[in-house]
C-alpha cells in the first residue's frame, strides 16, 4: 500500500526545511513506504540478522593493566564543533527519543572565540572522547549496543521484500563520525590500494576509470581486431553482509593495527546487540544481534571493509603467485608477467580483472576465504563480463580446436554455472554469460551500446523523478533546491562515459559546448521540470545557456553535460594520472601510498594510448593545461602537479565564461543583450539556489520566487501583456520592467524592505570584520546629523564608529559611514562621454553611478523654522562632510545589480570614475571623493573572510556548508533582498493593471523616461510630525514643508521661506 501522498509531502518538506535535501528526495522519489511489521514479516527480519558464527579466533580484550600503553581518542573542541554542525539535521531519532537535531543546533550557537562557549565546546568533546575510549558504565554501553529499527517495503507485489533502516543512537553516530573523521587517513592506508572507499578523495572515480581501461585493453581492444578476450570482469555481490560479517574478525584486526579502538570496537561488538522493531498493534518486539555491524552506523561501513580486506589481501599475493607460475613456464601473458589479476573493492562491491585461467579459481578461493567470515557469495547478483561484442567468449574457447584453449572455455564456463546465475520459469537456474557491458559502482562499462542504453535509462528515470517532485511538493523554491542538489546530480557521474563512448573525431573542438543524446534530452528535462516549477513557457536558448552556468557567474548552476561533460571526464582521468605518478593523496602532511603495477600500467603509457579514454584526453589535455596550469602551463603540469579542487574551480569559471563569451552573448535577443551583465549576478544565483532554508527567512513565497526567477531568465513575467494597461495609461511589457519603473507603483516598501536586510547584513558582518564592536552601532535613518536641519534623516542606515576600539579593530578616520538606497529603473542611455566612458563601461554601470550622482547632488535643501536659516542641497552635503562623515550611495539597478561605490565597499571592485558635477555642487564632488577615497573602508566581505579564517578556522558562519564563510553568506542575503523585493514590488504592481482588450500602441511603451524617477527616492526625509506630536511632550518640533505627493514640478515651491529647491522644518538643536 502506497504511503498517503500528503504525509510523503509533509515529510519531505520538513526534511527541505532542515536543509537535509537528500533525505527529502528519497521521500518523494522512492516509493519505499514503511512496512506495518506482522509476525511473518518479524521473521524475514529475524532471518537478517544470523547467529553467531562461533569462530573463537579471537579472545576477548587483553588485561586492563596494558590500557595505560594504549594511545587514548582525544577530540578538542574545535574538532567536535566542526563535526556536528556538518551532520545533517531531520534524521530519525534513536530508541530513547534522541536526536542529532539537539547536538547540532547546541554545537551551532557556539562561539569558541568567547570563553563561555569554548568552555561549553571542550565539555562536549571531552564526553565523545569519553565514549570513544569506552571509559563509561555498562548500562551506558549496553545502551550504545541497541538499535531501533524501521522496514521499508521494496516491492509492492512481493509484501515480505523488506529494506531494513537500523537507526542507533545518537550519542553512537556523532562518536563514530568524529572518530572516522579522525582515522579517515589511517584507515585509508590500512584499506589501500584494494578498497578506495575510505578516505580516497575520487576513490569511485579511480575504481570506474581502471577498470574501464582494463576492460578496453583485454576485452575490447583484441575482439575488434578479431582476437578472443584474453580476461573476463568479475563483479561480485554479498549477502547481507552488514548483518553477517564476522565481529570477532573486526575485533583481532583492530586490536592489531587500530589498538587505540579496541575498547570503542569492544564495548560495541564484544557483547551481543539488540534490536528493537516496532510491531504492527503497537508492541515491541527484540531481535538479537550476534554478528554483523549495525546499520546507521558510520563506522559500520569501514568495519565491514576491514573484514572484506583480509579475504582481498590473501588472494591478491595468491593471484600473483599462479601469474608468477604462468610466467615460468613461457606464458607471459598479456602483460609480459603472467596476466596478473586485479582486484579493487569499495566498501563491499568487489570488482576483479582476471586471466580466464583464474576465474573459477579466484570464485571458489574467494568463498573459502569468505564463509567462515560472514561474506555469502550471492550468485543471483554476482556476474562474469566475458565480452563486449554481444556475442559469448565462452562457446568460443570451448569450441576451439586447441586442447588449452577447450580446456579454459570448460574452466569459464563451469565458473559462470556455479557463481552467475538467475532463476528460471521450471524453478532451476540457468547461467548468465554477460556479453554487453555491466554496472560497475554505478556507470557502464563495455559495448557502447549498451552504455548508449545505460545513459537513456538513467536520463529517463531521472526525468521521472523530476516529475514526482513536480508533483509531491507545493513549495517552488524546495521543488528547485532537490531537482538541483539530487536529480540532476544523479547524471553528472555519468557525463563522463558519455565522452569515453564518443570517437575522438567526433568531439568538439570547444570543450564547454559538449552535444550528444545525453545533452539533448538533459536540456529537455530540465527545460520542462522548470516550466512546470516556475510556470513559464519553454525556455529559450539564452535561458537555457543560464541555467547551466556557474552560481559564481551568475547562472543558477545546474549540473549539465554540455559544459560540464568534458570536464568531468578530464579530471577524474587527471586524478587517476596523478594518483598513479605520486601516490594516493590522502590529506596534508599525510603519507601518499603508492598504487601497485596491475593498476598503474594500465595509466602509464597515457601519451601513447590507443584507447578512445587516453585519445580522448589528449584531445583536451592541452587546453586544460592552458586554463589550469598557472605559470607553466605544461600538460606534464596540468597532469601531475596542479590541485584537483583548483582545477575543478578554474574550468568551472572559464566554461561559463566562454559560455558568455561564445554563446550567449551571440545569440541573446534584443530584449535580453542589455539587461545580460545584470541578470547574471552571483549575490541573486546564490539567494535563488543555495540559501539555507533551514534560516526561515530564506525561504521565498512561490509568487516572489517565480518572479524573481523568471526576472534571473529574462522569461515573460505578465502573460498576455498586450492586454493590459498600467493605470497611469502606459503599454505594459511582458518582462515586468514597466512595473518597476512607473511613479504609480511607490516604492517606500521595497525601499525599506532593501533598507532593513542590508542593515541587518551589515550588523553580523561588520563585527567580523572589527570595524564595529557591535551590531548596536548600526543605526536606521537617525536625525541630528545635519547641525542646521537636525530633523533631516540623510541617511536610511548608517554605521557608528568608535575610535577607541581595541587593538586590531578596523581604524576609520570617519565617526560615521551613512548609506541611502535608490532604485535605478530605466535603461535610456546615462550622461557620459561617448568617446570614453560608452565604450569602456557597461549601461547599466552608467545608469547606476548616475543614481549615486543624485543622491550626492540632491533637488532640494531645507529651511530650520526656528532659526529660519535655509541651506541649499550642498550644503546639506557640505555639513555632512564638515561633520567628518562619510556618505556612500547604494545605487540597485532592475535586477538587483549594485552600483560601483557600494560595491567598492562590499567587495572591492574597483569604482567607477567620478562623474562629472556641476561647479555649484562642489561638495557633491568633494562627497563622491570621499566614498571611494584610500580613507573609506572597502571590501568588507574579504576582511570578513580573512578574520573569520584566523580566528574561527572551519567553522561554518552561516551554520551551513552553503555558507561556511561571511561572503558567502552576506552575498546570499544581498541577494535575496534584493531580489525577493524586487519581485514582490513587481507582483503588488498586478493591482495597477486594467484590462484592455484593445491592446497599446506601441508608442504607448513607456520605460526609459527619467520623468520615471519618484520625487521622494530623490530627496530627504525628515522626522515624522506625529511621530514627534505623540512623544515630545509639548516639546518644539519639525514639520516637513513638502509632502511627498507632490508633483516635481512642485518642488521649486518646497521652501519655507520661498526660496527654490529647499524644504522648511522646524526644531531645537
Given at each position: 500500500?502506497?504511503?498517503?501522498?500528503?504525509?510523503?509531502?509533509?515529510?519531505?518538506?520538513?526534511?527541505?526545511?532542515?536543509?537535509?535535501?537528500?533525505?527529502?528526495?528519497?521521500?518523494?522519489?522512492?516509493?519505499?513506504?514503511?512496512?506495518?511489521?506482522?509476525?511473518?514479516?518479524?521473521?524475514?527480519?529475524?532471518?537478517?540478522?544470523?547467529?553467531?558464527?562461533?569462530?573463537?579466533?579471537?579472545?576477548?580484550?587483553?588485561?586492563?593493566?596494558?590500557?595505560?600503553?594504549?594511545?587514548?581518542?582525544?577530540?578538542?573542541?574545535?574538532?567536535?564543533?566542526?563535526?556536528?554542525?556538518?551532520?545533517?539535521?531531520?534524521?530519525?531519532?534513536?530508541?530513547?527519543?534522541?536526536?542529532?537535531?539537539?547536538?547540532?543546533?547546541?554545537?551551532?550557537?557556539?562561539?569558541?572565540?568567547?570563553?563561555?562557549?569554548?568552555?561549553?565546546?571542550?565539555?562536549?568533546?571531552?564526553?565523545?572522547?569519553?565514549v570513544a575510549n569506552g571509559d563509561v558504565p555498562e548500562k551506558f554501553k549496553a545502551a550504545l549496543r541497541k538499535t531501533y529499527l524501521v522496514a521499508l517495503e521494496k516491492d509492492p507485489d512481493d509484501k515480505l521484500k523488506l529494506r531494513p533502516l537500523g537507526v542507533p543512537s545518537a550519542i553512537r553516530r556523532i562518536t563514530t563520525a568524529a572518530i572516522l573523521s579522525e582515522y579517515s587517513s589511517v584507515l585509508a592506508e590500512f584499506l589501500l590500494p584494494y578498497n578506495f572507499a575510505v578516505g580516497v578523495s575520487g576513490g569511485c572515480d579511480v575504481v570506474i576509470k581502471t577498470m574501464q581501461l582494463g576492460v578496453d585493453k583485454y576485452i575490447s581492444e583484441p575482439e575488434a581486431i578479431g582476437q578472443l578476450p584474453t580476461r573476463s570482469l568479475v563483479s561480485l555481490?554479498?549477502?547481507?553482509?552488514?548483518?553477517?560479517?564476522?565481529?570477532?574478525?573486526?575485533?583481532?584486526?583492530?586490536?592489531?593495527?587500530?589498538?587505540?579502538?579496541?575498547?570503542?570496537?569492544?564495548?560495541?561488538?564484544?557483547?551481543?546487540?539488540?534490536?528493537?522493531?516496532?510491531?504492527?498493534?503497537?508492541?515491541?518486539?527484540?531481535?538479537?544481534?550476534?554478528?554483523?555491524?549495525?546499520?546507521?552506523?558510520?563506522?559500520?561501513?569501514?568495519?565491514?571493509?576491514?573484514?572484506?580486506?583480509?579475504?582481498?589481501?590473501?588472494?591478491?599475493?595468491?593471484?600473483?603467485?599462479?601469474?608468477?607460475?604462468?610466467?615460468?613456464?613461457?606464458?607471459?601473458?598479456?602483460?609480459?608477467?603472467?596476466?596478473?589479476?586485479?582486484?579493487?573493492?569499495?566498501?563491499?562491491?568487489?570488482?576483479?580483472?582476471?586471466?580466464?585461467?583464474?576465474?573459477?579459481?579466484?570464485?571458489?578461493?574467494?568463498?573459502?576465504?569468505?564463509?567462515?567470515?560472514?561474506?555469502?557469495?550471492?550468485?543471483?547478483?554476482?556476474?562474469?563480463?566475458?565480452?563486449?561484442?554481444?556475442?559469448?567468449?565462452?562457446?568460443?574457447?570451448?569450441?576451439?580446436?586447441?586442447?588449452?584453449?577447450?580446456?579454459?572455455?570448460?574452466?569459464?564456463?563451469?565458473?559462470?554455472?556455479?557463481?552467475?546465475?538467475?532463476?528460471?520459469?521450471?524453478?532451476?537456474?540457468?547461467?548468465?554469460?554477460?556479453?554487453?557491458?555491466?554496472?560497475?559502482?554505478?556507470?557502464?562499462?563495455?559495448?557502447?551500446?549498451?552504455?548508449?542504453?545505460?545513459?537513456?535509462?538513467?536520463?529517463?528515470?531521472?526525468?521521472?523523478?523530476?516529475?514526482?517532485?513536480?508533483?509531491?511538493?507545493?513549495?517552488?523554491?524546495?521543488?528547485?533546491?532537490?531537482?538541483?542538489?539530487?536529480?540532476?546530480?544523479?547524471?553528472?557521474?555519468?557525463?563522463?562515459?558519455?565522452?569515453?563512448?564518443?570517437?575522438?573525431?567526433?568531439?568538439?573542438?570547444?570543450?564547454?559546448?559538449?552535444?550528444?543524446?545525453?545533452?539533448?534530452?538533459?536540456?529537455?528535462?530540465?527545460?520542462?521540470?522548470?516550466?512546470?516549477?516556475?510556470?513559464?513557457?519553454?525556455?529559450?536558448?539564452?535561458?537555457?545557456?543560464?541555467?547551466?552556468?556557474?552560481?559564481?557567474?551568475?547562472?543558477?548552476?545546474?549540473?549539465?553535460?554540455?559544459?560540464?561533460?568534458?570536464?568531468?571526464?578530464?579530471?577524474?582521468?587527471?586524478?587517476?594520472?596523478?594518483?598513479?605518478?605520486?601516490?594516493?593523496?590522502?590529506?596534508?602532511?599525510?603519507?601518499?601510498?603508492?598504487?601497485?603495477?596491475?593498476?598503474?600500467?594500465?595509466?602509464?603509457?597515457?601519451?601513447?594510448?590507443?584507447?578512445?579514454?587516453?585519445?580522448?584526453?589528449?584531445?583536451?589535455?592541452?587546453?586544460?593545461?592552458?586554463?589550469?596550469?598557472?605559470?607553466?602551463?605544461?600538460?606534464?603540469?596540468?597532469?601531475?602537479?596542479?590541485?584537483?579542487?583548483?582545477?575543478?574551480?578554474?574550468?568551472?569559471?572559464?566554461?561559463?565564461?566562454?559560455?558568455?563569451?561564445?554563446?550567449?552573448?551571440?545569440?541573446?535577443?534584443?530584449?535580453?543583450?542589455?539587461?545580460?551583465?545584470?541578470?547574471?549576478?552571483?549575490?541573486?544565483?546564490?539567494?535563488?539556489?543555495?540559501?539555507?532554508?533551514?534560516?526561515?527567512?530564506?525561504?521565498?513565497?512561490?509568487?516572489?520566487?517565480?518572479?524573481?526567477?523568471?526576472?534571473?531568465?529574462?522569461?515573460?513575467?505578465?502573460?498576455?501583456?498586450?492586454?493590459?494597461?498600467?493605470?497611469?495609461?502606459?503599454?505594459?511589457?511582458?518582462?515586468?520592467?514597466?512595473?518597476?519603473?512607473?511613479?504609480?507603483?511607490?516604492?517606500?516598501?521595497?525601499?525599506?524592505?532593501?533598507?532593513?536586510?542590508?542593515?541587518?547584513?551589515?550588523?553580523?558582518?561588520?563585527?567580523?570584520?572589527?570595524?564595529?564592536?557591535?551590531?548596536?552601532?548600526?543605526?536606521?535613518?537617525?536625525?541630528?546629523?545635519?547641525?542646521?536641519?537636525?530633523?533631516?534623516?540623510?541617511?536610511?542606515?548608517?554605521?557608528?564608529?568608535?575610535?577607541?576600539?581595541?587593538?586590531?579593530?578596523?581604524?576609520?578616520?570617519?565617526?560615521?559611514?551613512?548609506?541611502?538606497?535608490?532604485?535605478?529603473?530605466?535603461?535610456?542611455?546615462?550622461?557620459?562621454?561617448?568617446?570614453?566612458?560608452?565604450?569602456?563601461?557597461?549601461?547599466?554601470?552608467?545608469?547606476?553611478?548616475?543614481?549615486?550622482?543624485?543622491?550626492?547632488?540632491?533637488?532640494?535643501?531645507?529651511?530650520?523654522?526656528?532659526?529660519?536659516?535655509?541651506?541649499?542641497?550642498?550644503?546639506?552635503?557640505?555639513?555632512?562632510?564638515?561633520?567628518?562623515?562619510?556618505?556612500?550611495?547604494?545605487?540597485?539597478?532592475?535586477?538587483?545589480?549594485?552600483?560601483?561605490?557600494?560595491?567598492?565597499?562590499?567587495?572591492?571592485?574597483?569604482?567607477?570614475?567620478?562623474?562629472?558635477?556641476?561647479?555649484?555642487?562642489?561638495?557633491?564632488?568633494?562627497?563622491?571623493?570621499?566614498?571611494?577615497?584610500?580613507?573609506?573602508?572597502?571590501?568588507?566581505?574579504?576582511?570578513?573572510?580573512?578574520?573569520?579564517?584566523?580566528?574561527?578556522?572551519?567553522?561554518l558562519f552561516g551554520g551551513s556548508y552553503m555558507c561556511a564563510l561571511p561572503s558567502t553568506w552576506a552575498k546570499q542575503q544581498l541577494g535575496l533582498v534584493c531580489a525577493s523585493k524586487l519581485a514582490d514590488h513587481i507582483n503588488a504592481s498586478f493591482n495597477h493593471l486594467t484590462y484592455d482588450p484593445r491592446g497599446a500602441d506601441e508608442g504607448d511603451y513607456i520605460v526609459d523616461d527619467d520623468e520615471l524617477d519618484e520625487p521622494e527616492e530623490l530627496d530627504w526625509k525628515w522626522v515624522n510630525v506625529d511621530f514627534l506630536d505623540g512623544h515630545n511632550n509639548g516639546q518644539q518640533h519639525t514639520t516637513p514643508a513638502v509632502s511627498a505627493s507632490l508633483s516635481p514640478s512642485d518642488l521649486g515651491r518646497a521652501g519655507g521661506s520661498g526660496t527654490a529647491g529647499t524644504h522648511s522644518n522646524s526644531g531645537s538643536r
Amino acid at each position: 500500500m502506497a504511503e498517503n501522498p500528503d504525509r510523503v509531502q509533509k515529510n519531505a518538506q520538513l526534511a527541505i526545511d532542515l536543509d537535509n535535501v537528500k533525505s527529502a528526495n528519497v521521500r518523494l522519489t522512492k516509493n519505499a513506504p514503511v512496512a506495518i511489521i506482522n509476525d511473518e514479516r518479524f521473521k524475514v527480519l529475524q532471518q537478517l540478522h544470523p547467529k553467531s558464527l562461533q569462530r573463537g579466533t579471537y579472545k576477548t580484550r587483553r588485561s586492563s593493566r596494558f590500557s595505560h600503553d594504549r594511545r587514548k581518542v582525544t577530540f578538542t573542541a574545535e574538532q567536535i564543533v566542526r563535526i556536528l554542525c556538518r551532520l545533517n539535521r531531520g534524521k530519525a531519532a534513536g530508541l530513547f527519543g534522541d536526536s542529532l537535531d539537539l547536538y547540532i543546533k547546541c554545537a551551532r550557537t557556539l562561539d569558541l572565540t568567547k570563553e563561555p562557549d569554548l568552555i561549553k565546546a571542550r565539555r562536549l568533546a571531552s564526553f565523545f572522547s569519553t565514549v570513544a575510549n569506552g571509559d563509561v558504565p555498562e548500562k551506558f554501553k549496553a545502551a550504545l549496543r541497541k538499535t531501533y529499527l524501521v522496514a521499508l517495503e521494496k516491492d509492492p507485489d512481493d509484501k515480505l521484500k523488506l529494506r531494513p533502516l537500523g537507526v542507533p543512537s545518537a550519542i553512537r553516530r556523532i562518536t563514530t563520525a568524529a572518530i572516522l573523521s579522525e582515522y579517515s587517513s589511517v584507515l585509508a592506508e590500512f584499506l589501500l590500494p584494494y578498497n578506495f572507499a575510505v578516505g580516497v578523495s575520487g576513490g569511485c572515480d579511480v575504481v570506474i576509470k581502471t577498470m574501464q581501461l582494463g576492460v578496453d585493453k583485454y576485452i575490447s581492444e583484441p575482439e575488434a581486431i578479431g582476437q578472443l578476450p584474453t580476461r573476463s570482469l568479475v563483479s561480485l555481490d554479498l549477502v547481507n553482509m552488514f548483518n553477517a560479517i564476522s565481529r570477532e574478525e573486526l575485533r583481532g584486526i583492530i586490536a592489531d593495527e587500530f589498538p587505540s579502538l579496541e575498547r570503542f570496537t569492544d564495548m560495541l561488538y564484544e557483547e551481543h546487540g539488540e534490536t528493537y522493531v516496532r510491531m504492527g498493534d503497537g508492541t515491541w518486539a527484540v531481535i538479537g544481534v550476534e554478528e554483523g555491524f549495525s546499520q546507521g552506523c558510520p563506522l559500520s561501513p569501514v568495519f565491514a571493509a576491514l573484514v572484506l580486506n583480509v579475504i582481498l589481501k590473501k588472494l591478491q599475493p595468491e593471484l600473483e603467485q599462479r601469474a608468477k607460475d604462468r610466467k615460468d613456464r613461457g606464458d607471459f601473458g598479456d602483460d609480459r608477467r603472467g596476466s596478473i589479476g586485479l582486484l579493487m573493492a569499495y566498501v563491499d562491491d568487489v570488482n576483479a580483472l582476471l586471466d580466464h585461467r583464474d576465474v573459477k579459481w579466484f570464485l571458489d578461493r574467494f568463498v573459502e576465504l569468505a564463509n567462515p567470515r560472514g561474506g555469502i557469495l550471492n550468485t543471483m547478483k554476482t556476474r562474469i563480463l566475458t565480452s563486449t561484442s554481444h556475442s559469448s567468449v565462452i562457446s568460443k574457447l570451448i569450441t576451439s580446436n586447441d586442447t588449452t584453449t577447450h580446456l579454459i572455455g570448460m574452466d569459464l564456463d563451469r565458473a559462470v554455472s556455479t557463481y552467475s546465475r538467475a532463476p528460471s520459469s521450471d524453478g532451476a537456474y540457468t547461467k548468465v554469460e554477460v556479453v554487453d557491458g555491466l554496472r560497475v559502482l554505478g556507470a557502464p562499462i563495455g559495448s557502447p551500446t549498451f552504455c548508449a542504453t545505460f545513459l537513456a535509462n538513467a536520463l529517463q528515470k531521472a526525468s521521472a523523478d523530476s516529475k514526482k517532485i513536480l508533483a509531491g511538493l507545493d513549495d517552488v523554491q524546495s521543488m528547485v533546491r532537490v531537482y538541483n542538489m539530487c536529480t540532476s546530480h544523479k547524471l553528472t557521474h555519468l557525463f563522463g562515459t558519455d565522452v569515453i563512448q564518443t570517437p575522438t573525431e567526433l568531439l568538439p573542438n570547444n570543450y564547454f559546448l559538449w552535444n550528444s543524446a545525453l545533452t539533448k534530452g538533459f536540456s529537455e528535462m530540465t527545460d520542462s521540470f522548470l516550466q512546470g516549477a516556475i510556470e513559464s513557457e519553454p525556455l529559450p536558448p539564452h535561458a537555457e545557456l543560464i541555467t547551466s552556468m556557474s552560481v559564481k557567474s551568475g547562472g543558477l548552476g545546474l549540473q549539465h553535460p554540455r559544459t560540464c561533460a568534458v570536464a568531468q571526464f578530464m579530471l577524474t582521468t587527471k586524478r587517476c594520472l596523478q594518483y598513479c605518478h605520486d601516490g594516493v593523496w590522502l590529506g596534508y602532511n599525510k603519507p601518499r601510498p603508492t598504487l601497485p603495477p596491475t593498476i598503474t600500467s594500465l595509466f602509464v603509457d597515457w601519451k601513447s594510448s590507443d584507447t578512445r579514454t587516453m585519445k580522448n584526453f589528449r584531445q583536451y589535455a592541452s587546453d586544460f593545461a592552458d586554463i589550469c596550469g598557472g605559470t607553466s602551463n605544461t600538460i606534464d603540469h596540468f597532469v601531475y602537479n596542479s590541485s584537483i579542487n583548483k582545477c575543478k574551480e578554474l574550468v568551472r569559471e572559464h566554461a561559463a565564461c566562454m559560455t558568455r563569451k561564445h554563446t550567449l552573448e551571440r545569440i541573446a535577443p534584443d530584449y535580453v543583450s542589455p539587461k545580460l551583465k545584470s541578470m547574471l549576478l552571483e549575490e541573486t544565483s546564490l539567494a535563488l539556489m543555495t540559501a539555507p532554508r533551514l534560516e526561515p527567512k530564506n525561504r521565498m513565497k512561490n509568487t516572489t520566487f517565480c518572479t524573481a526567477m523568471k526576472r534571473k531568465l529574462r522569461l515573460v513575467v505578465i502573460k498576455d501583456h498586450h492586454t493590459f494597461r498600467c493605470k497611469c495609461g502606459a503599454k505594459v511589457d511582458p518582462w515586468g520592467d514597466h512595473c518597476l519603473g512607473c511613479t504609480k507603483n511607490h516604492k517606500t516598501v521595497l525601499s525599506n524592505g532593501c533598507r532593513d536586510g542590508i542593515y541587518e547584513i551589515f550588523k553580523r558582518i561588520l563585527p567580523v570584520t572589527k570595524m564595529i564592536h557591535s551590531g548596536t552601532q548600526m543605526e536606521k535613518e537617525v536625525s541630528n546629523i545635519v547641525r542646521t536641519l537636525p530633523t533631516l534623516k540623510p541617511f536610511d542606515l548608517s554605521i557608528r564608529l568608535n575610535h577607541l576600539l581595541t587593538q586590531g579593530a578596523w581604524q576609520v578616520p570617519f565617526s560615521r559611514i551613512g548609506f541611502d538606497v535608490i532604485f535605478i529603473h530605466s535603461n535610456k542611455p546615462a550622461p557620459s562621454d561617448p568617446s570614453i566612458e560608452t565604450a569602456s563601461f557597461n549601461e547599466s554601470d552608467l545608469r547606476l553611478r548616475e543614481g549615486e550622482k543624485k543622491k550626492f547632488a540632491r533637488r532640494t535643501g531645507g529651511t530650520n523654522d526656528i532659526s529660519a536659516k535655509t541651506i541649499t542641497a550642498d550644503e546639506v552635503i557640505g555639513e555632512i562632510n564638515d561633520a567628518n562623515y562619510c556618505f556612500i550611495p547604494i545605487a540597485v539597478g532592475p535586477h538587483g545589480e549594485i552600483g560601483s561605490t557600494f560595491r567598492r565597499f562590499w567587495d572591492g571592485s574597483d569604482p567607477l570614475p567620478i562623474p562629472n558635477f556641476d561647479s555649484k555642487r562642489p561638495q557633491a564632488r568633494r562627497a563622491a571623493i570621499r566614498a571611494t577615497s584610500s580613507h573609506t573602508p572597502w571590501d568588507i566581505l574579504g576582511t570578513a573572510d580573512r578574520r573569520w579564517k584566523a580566528n574561527r578556522g572551519g567553522s561554518l558562519f552561516g551554520g551551513s556548508y552553503m555558507c561556511a564563510l561571511p561572503s558567502t553568506w552576506a552575498k546570499q542575503q544581498l541577494g535575496l533582498v534584493c531580489a525577493s523585493k524586487l519581485a514582490d514590488h513587481i507582483n503588488a504592481s498586478f493591482n495597477h493593471l486594467t484590462y484592455d482588450p484593445r491592446g497599446a500602441d506601441e508608442g504607448d511603451y513607456i520605460v526609459d523616461d527619467d520623468e520615471l524617477d519618484e520625487p521622494e527616492e530623490l530627496d530627504w526625509k525628515w522626522v515624522n510630525v506625529d511621530f514627534l506630536d505623540g512623544h515630545n511632550n509639548g516639546q518644539q518640533h519639525t514639520t516637513p514643508a513638502v509632502s511627498a505627493s507632490l508633483s516635481p514640478s512642485d518642488l521649486g515651491r518646497a521652501g519655507g521661506s520661498g526660496t527654490a529647491g529647499t524644504h522648511s522644518n522646524s526644531g531645537s538643536r
